[in-house]
């Protein structure tokens, strides 16, 4: 195939990607993944789906603001500008060594994501990045800088130009273009522009500095000031409009000593270090936070138990349910929609789709339901390690944003918890990235945040603002009476955007990593660091680090599982039972105890030991759940470190004495009792009119309402009732957990394509340059039909004979069975019953063609074009 040879200029950006090699072009997809949706045909189609404005905004975001910078200020260059003319725009007069010495790096990823192409003496921004960077009165540049004398005087009159040549004491011109380019050289040459500055009066240099800087854009009135008149009358302001003026852009390079950037910035801003602990102290705090997430977990299904609250008719979770769930978990309404976010993240918790058979107190139509899926039992069932793990995987890699939540989105609706409208794509990776340049730190030193957020917001600048900060000095404002004339800057291009999602993502991560354990004491854990894997040790920018694939997500799940597994408490198997009717558990506890204790008492207290307390209502629930008295008393004493108390024991007994001697069931509902004087009582009770109770028999009651109401009333009434079946057996209510039908956990929202694999790389490279070939191949002139080649049928089957056994490859000309035309550049490998099998370079396969759907044939020439 001929092409362009390395030492003969490119001349477009797909001459320049033709000479690249494959690892070349592999980087550059790699960088750019949106580039394979779908696989270019060619280099060209490569070239052009790489200058579309969509994937070019998309590389700009995902560039360092050094590197940024340095498009910016090739936005503002001559098109093409040689290296020199960068440096010297980068680095100013004096050329500032850590300018210098990182531009070189700054060009070389520009030029690896194809946003510039061309030699060092001649290199080029490509027309779709120059659009979107270059100054215009609507969008000013990045830079500050304003238009350049030539495009600023572009329909002005030629008597006005030659008055301002005549003013600045330059010849007279017989034509503008000279003119133009002889106030050009002016401004450009340092000495004669110092000169005229040195003329200027001090108020006139006094708005010049206020708009060097940028905006270079101010407004004046209609009789303007002699300072600003004098500067109008020299160039040094050219009409942008009737009432407005600019500040060109040689002038504004020379008054900045040539740099197009304020403040550039070749050095990634350090990460600071707060405090240092021990790391020993930090893992036994990430630890017991890891703990109390884990707790926090199991108590939000506790409360959910039987089905948590109803999905709003626009998704998620009500302020009211929020509300009360952050009460039952004793935390803040922020904390708790945190909670129940990440459940939903590990897929520990779902909506149930509706009523749903396998819950007993469901019935058809009922309101849709979030609830604990199976996954939960299973999740439940392993190690605390291994459901830390899962939890802390899931945060990590989830696009869901608690953080959003109360605020509100783009039509003004507020933002719910488990909603549809949190995801962010961002999420996953600043998350990954504030944690791994935590890991840059020494073990045990916790970050200053304001430091790890700059650096950052240097990584990856904020979109929408001026990436070289270009803040002070941009407004001329209304301060000195010579700036009068020139208000407020039209445009606030520079400011700094506080707020922006990324940081706000970044705090939220610092907030979240010290509530799951991850970081303790603000500072990064040993398994914290076990979970990152080789994030760790990624540095910035667009390409590098690709999201983590499943495999390496699982291997860094189990780092972490083996990392905490040592710090995490053993479960006990026992409690210290006192006198005043509490349990106190000094650890964590084994599940059957802790699954008793929860039904049998409540939790006063949680801390470093929790604190249960057994009143009437929670013995009554755990005889409810099928537990005797006997089986109270013998479980109690085999777990208690001490004696059982004998209050506790007649507390158990009394409960045990009064529980089923009411018994309930279903007429709407009934009660019936052995004691008719009980019944007697329950009628004259007061409280019992809303039961609408009436006797039925001397033992039995009947109610309109329905049994799990009249239980709870007789309750309310002093009352131990149990329910009963339609066989007369009591009905044993534990507190056995409604499930949704089986439900994975949300898919991650991806921020773009994911980065493609070596495997589909180096398939799409084989394909790319096989369609290169077809397309740029040069065959010997034939006639052609229909941009076909036309050849006899003997010719051609005498042509492609030949060339299946001298081994050449020819070009041809091909109609399908569909009809459908296209050109080819085969490779004859048999020739044999009227069909021709040949390698085709057009679609890197081997293809069989038949002969007669072949219109012509041409040898492919020696000579490139």
Known sequence: MPERTRSTPPRTLAEAL???????????????????????????????????????????????????????????????????????????????????????????????????????????????????????????SPTGLGPTVAEATVGMSPGRVQEIVTAAGLAGTHDSVSAVAALTSLFTDRTRMSALLDEAPVESLNVLSRLVWGPPYGEVAADPTPPVR????????????????????????????????RHAEPVPPAVAPTREYGPQAVDAAAAGQAFMALSTIEDLFKDWNEGGPTVMRSGGLSVRDLKRTATALDTTEQLAAFWVELAYAAGLLAADGGSSPSRSSKSAGDDERFAATPAYDAWLESPAQERWSVLATSWLTATRTPGLIGGLDAKGRALSTLGTDLDRSAAPE???????????????????PESLLARLRWER????????????????????????????????????????????????????????????????????????????ASGPGIGARPAPTAAEVAASRERAAAAIATLIPEPLDHVLLQADLTAVAPGPLERPLAELLDVAADVESKGGATVYRFTQGSVRRALDAGQTASDLHAFLAAHSRTPVPQPLTYLIDDVARKHGHL?????????????????????????????????????????????????????????????????????????????????????????????????????????????????????????????????????????????????????????????????????????????????????DDVRTYPLHRITGVAELTDDPA
């Open 461 to 536: 600048p904020v979109r929408g603002t001026a990436s070289g900060a270009q803040s002070g000095g941009a407004a001329a404002g209304r301060g000195a009476g010579t700036a009068a004339d020139i208000p407020s800057a039209r445009h606030t291009y520079g400011a700094t955007a506080v707020g922006d999602l990324r940081s706000r993502i970044a705090r939220w991560t610092l907030n979240e990593a010290e509530l799951l354990g991850v970081t303790g004491r603000g500072a990064l854990s040993t398994h914290g660091r076990a979970l990152l894997g080789e994030s760790a």
């Open 430 to 448: 600043v998350r990954r990235r504030t944690l791994a340049l935590m890991a840059t730190l020494p073990e045990g030193t916790a970050p200053d």
């Open 663 to 843: 018994r309930v069931g279903a007429a709407s509902s009934y009660v019936r009792c052995d004691d008719d004087a009980v019944l007697s009582e329950i009628l004259a009770d007061t409280r019992s009119q809303s039961l609408r109770l009436r006797r039925l028999a001397p033992t039995v009651l009947a109610s309109a309402a329905d049994p799990v109401t009249l239980l709870d009333g007789l309750r309310s009434m002093g009352f131990a009732p149990a329910a009963e079946s339609a066989e007369g057996d009591v009905l044993i209510t534990r507190q056995d957990a409604y499930r949704t039908p089986p439900r994975t956990a949300p898919a991650p929202v991806p921020e773009g394509p994911p980065v493609p694999d070596d495997t589909l790389l180096g398939a799409a490279l084989r394909a790319i340059r096989a369609g290169d070939t077809a397309a740029t191949v040069v065959h010997e002139p034939v006639p052609e039909y229909g941009n076909l080649p036309r050849t006899p049928s003997a010719e051609t089957l005498a042509t492609v004979q030949a060339a299946a056994m001298t081994g050449a490859a020819l070009w041809i000309g091909y109609v399908n069975a569909d009809g459908a035309a296209s050109r080819r550049v085969i490779a004859p490998v048999r020739v044999e019953g009227g069909f021709v099998t040949a390698y085709d370079h057009t679609a």
């Open 18 to 140: 033709r000479i690249r090699d494959d690892a070349s072009l592999a980087g550059l997809l790699r960088a750019r993944p949106d580039l394979l949706a779908p696989v270019p045909g060619d280099l060209g189609q490569l070239a052009t789906r790489a200058g579309t404005r969509a994937s070019v905004v998309r590389a700009l975001e995902h560039l360092d603001r050094f590197t940024l910078q340095t498009a910016e200020a090739l936005a503002v260059a001559p098109d093409p500008a040689p290296y020199t003319t960068l440096l010297a725009l980068m680095g100013g007069d004096e050329c500032d060594p850590a300018v210098a010495s990182a531009l070189p790096g700054a060009v070389d990823v520009l030029r690896e994501q194809a946003l510039i192409w061309g030699a060092d003496d001649r290199l080029r921004l490509v027309r779709t990045a120059r659009e979107l960077l270059a100054p215009s009165p609507a969008h000013p």
């Open 230 to 261: 004098w500067l109008r009358d020299h160039g040094l302001l050219l009409p942008a409009s009737a009432r407005t003026v600019v500040l060109p852009r040689e002038a504004a390079l020379h008054l900045r000593a040539g740099r197009a950037h």
